[in-house]
Nanobody, 123 residues
């Protein structure tokens, strides 16, 4: 079965950087688009970034554009999210997900999800 395992979350000070990773198994990773979402306490899950199956196309939520960078390594079945200039409002659980659609920016367009990794930004 498809498994997505996020890692790399943690505590960072405002203005700092953090990178999270998502290792995929149980699917032909290089054939699927990948996305990152986040969910803060009491809020809905929101789109952060997505990358096409070749890695040639990326798209970001406006609030993350210029600060976050999504990338992938198809040889390692892994997608990454590099987060710079972090703000306290970036505090959330970050999830990776698989989609056959492009560009996919809504939760309903994704078929498989990881369990999430906590990112906490202190002020």
């Amino acid at each position: 079965q498809v498994q997505l395992v996020e890692s790399g979350g943690g505590l960072v000070q405002a203005g700092g950087s953090l990178s999270v990773s998502c290792a995929a198994s149980g699917l032909t990773f290089s054939s699927y688009n990948m996305g990152w979402f986040r969910q803060a306490p009491g809020k809905e899950r929101e789109f952060a970034a997505a990358i096409s199956w070749t890695g040639s196309l990326t798209t970001y939520a406006d609030s993350m554009k210029g600060r976050f960078t999504i990338s992938r390594d198809n040889a390692k079945n892994t997608v990454y999210l590099q987060m710079n200039s972090l703000k306290p409002e970036d505090t959330a659980v970050y999830y990776c997900a698989v989609s056959g659609k492009w560009p996919a920016k809504s939760v309903t367009e994704y078929d498989y999800w990881g369990q999430g990794t906590q990112v906490t930004v202190s002020s």
